[in-house]
């Protein structure tokens, strides 16, 4: 029997949730406080974030409603194929501390727009700025704000504008506090939402082994391999059904690079977490954030895998359906949720909540970041002291979670979130990773060749999709970025003058030299994942 409502432990347990981590952001703000509240404090709490800071904070902002409800309910669909976007991400972090982060930090980028204004030009700095708002608020902010809403409604019961209101009002208090606050508060965050995660998954297992006659959680585990044993495969081959979502080898040597390069290299919203540190410490922040990712299927994945076995076998009939009757992957962890015991429904609950806040306070942060240091203090108004920078960043940050609550109902058409949202993403990513990877190790590309690169990244995109509806979006995404790099290349050679570019990035491989205790940790990570993809092959 589900209950879709919070009980009185329920409802202490996350008051003591909201509480701490509320209090604990407000004493940090306090402590932290200056007079004058400069640009740097506030958009990336300049030398502040400790290494476990940086690394928890870049978890609490990546994991949101997109993993617990999207990832959960394609690893309902599909199984454990899913985790590659969670395992690869470990690998890509520790490119992104090796070779993304030195160039960044030696050139002090502050913002992605600024390092394309400094290796290109305006236009394609001015192009990108206001192309990033318009993604984050009506793409990311909003899906955030929706499946974040959908999920409590379905947990608590309270009405979905409700639910969007208590969302928004709790990431702008979180948010307005600036970098140092959400830094720090997203370690509560991340502890929350690892243990209510891990409760949730060890419900799961458990129902498993009650329902088939076995005990406890290890048999659970086992009896979801051998009750489905196809949702236990990372590549697929041509024959599946899902080889058009993840296919096959392409995760490991494809498009899959693309998308995680994008997003944890050349992304405001999460590469701001490490910019305001020395390079050791992003470094490590950066290897403790792969660590991190390593668990997050435990936490994201088994719980929709057991929902599927469940269902399979008689439970959850008619809570995995919508109006219409079809089957709803993205039902399946609340579902779970809703079965779990009053005051560990409420840790859950938090864990969720957590979640959701942490993304939407990180998400909004990088939009007030882009908009005041890119546009505001660009075009608008160029003498703005570091009073009116704060100032019209916490503006900013009103009006853009506004827009996202007024914005987010209308998603409801919403299938499977986490692969829409990866598709739809991915029209962009390939022309952004190109002009970022040309721009840092080929010193002989143009501005114009870069412009091209932002310019043709959706047409391309579109006209694959519609010419070749077959092609897996993975794939797509790899085709675009080789023809777009190929453009790029062709259009910078035949410009005389980029043999002498001014622009050119001076990169010297004593950028990229590792301390051993990065290099040991960064060495376990990919071990692990060989042996994980080795396993589950």
């Given amino acids: 029997m589900k209950n879709e409502s919070l009980f009185f432990w329920d409802k202490i347990v996350f008051l003591f949730y909201f509480l701490i981590v509320a209090g604990y952001g407000y004493y940090i703000y306090r402590r932290k406080k200056k007079a004058t509240m ?25 994991i949101s409603a997109e993993q617990f409800i999207g990832m959960s309910g394609s690893g309902f669909k599909m199984g454990l194929a899913i985790s590659t976007y969670e395992w690869m991400a470990a690998a890509t972090l520790m490119v992104v501390a090796i070779f993304f982060l030195p160039i960044y930090l030696k050139n002090k980028i502050f913002t992605m727009p600024q390092f394309l204004l400094q290796r290109y030009d305006g236009r394609v700095s001015t192009v990108m700025a206001v192309f990033w708002l318009l993604l984050y608020v009506f793409v990311n902010l909003t899906s955030i704000l929706y499946l974040g809403a959908l999920a409590i409604q379905t947990i608590s019961g309270y009405e979905f504008s409700t639910c969007i209101v208590g969302l928004s009002i709790f990431a702008i208090f979180i948010t307005l506090g600036g970098m140092k606050v959400i830094g720090y508060t997203d370690v509560l965050q991340v502890f929350f939402l690892v243990l209510g995660g891990l409760a949730t998954t060890y419900l799961a297992l458990n129902l498993v082994s009650d329902h088939f006659g076995g005990q406890g959680m290890w048999e659970g585990l086992g009896l979801l391999r051998q009750k489905a044993p196809e949702h236990f495969h990372m590549i697929f081959d041509k024959s599946s ?19 995680n390069l994008n997003y944890w290299g050349c992304n405001q919203y999460i590469t701001q977490r490490a910019l305001g540190a020395d390079l050791k410490t992003a470094r490590n922040g950066l290897l403790f954030a792969g660590f991190l990712k390593l668990l997050m299927p435990i936490i994201v994945v088994l719980p929709g895998i057991a929902a599927y076995v469940l269902y399979k ?16 992957p993205d039902h399946a962890y609340p579902v779970l949720l809703n079965l779990l015991p009053e005051g560990l429904k409420g840790l859950s609950f938090a864990a969720l909540t957590a979640a959701i806040v942490a993304s ?31 100032t019209t960043g916490r503006i900013a940050i009103i009006v853009a979670i506004i827009i996202g ?57 579109v006209a694959l999709k519609y010419f070749y509806p077959a ?24 410009d005389p003058k980029s043999k002498n570019n001014p622009k050119g990035l001076e990169v010297e491989s004593s950028m990229f030299k590792l301390s051993t205790g990065f290099a040991v940790g960064a060495v376990l990570i990919c071990g692990i994942l060989a042996a994980l993809y080795t396993i589950f092959w």
Avoid: C
Wanted: charged letters at 15%.
């Fill in 360 to 390: 939407l306070a990180g998400k909004a942060n990088s939009i007030a970041t882009i908009f005041t240091l890119d546009i505001y203090k660009h075009f608008i108004k160029k003498d703005a002291t570091e009073k009116q920078q704060v």
């Fill in 38 to 62: 400069e640009t740097k404090d506030f958009f990336l709490a300049e030398g502040s974030l400790t290494w476990w800071a940086i690394g928890a904070s870049l978890i609490a902002s990546n």
């Fill in 471 to 494: 092609l897996p979006f993975i794939n797509r995404m790899g085709w675009v970025f080789v023809i777009i790099v190929a453009l790029m290349a062709i259009i910078s050679l035949l």
């Fill in 241 to 259: 059904e899902h080889y058009a979502e993840l296919p096959g080898i392409a995760v490991l040597i494809g498009g899959m690079w693309i998308i």
């Fill in 405 to 461: 609550a007024l914005v987010a109902p209308a998603l409801k058409s919403l299938d499977q979130g986490f692969q829409f949202i990866q598709e739809y993403t991915g029209f962009i990513s390939p022309g952004v990773f190109a002009i970022f990877i040309m721009g840092f190790f080929w010193k002989r590309t143009t501005a114009n060749a870069a412009l091209v690169g932002v310019i043709l990244a959706i047409p391309l995109s």
């Fill in 313 to 328: 076998n008689g439970m959850f009939q008619t809570q995995m359906l919508d109006a219409a009757g079809t089957v709803k």
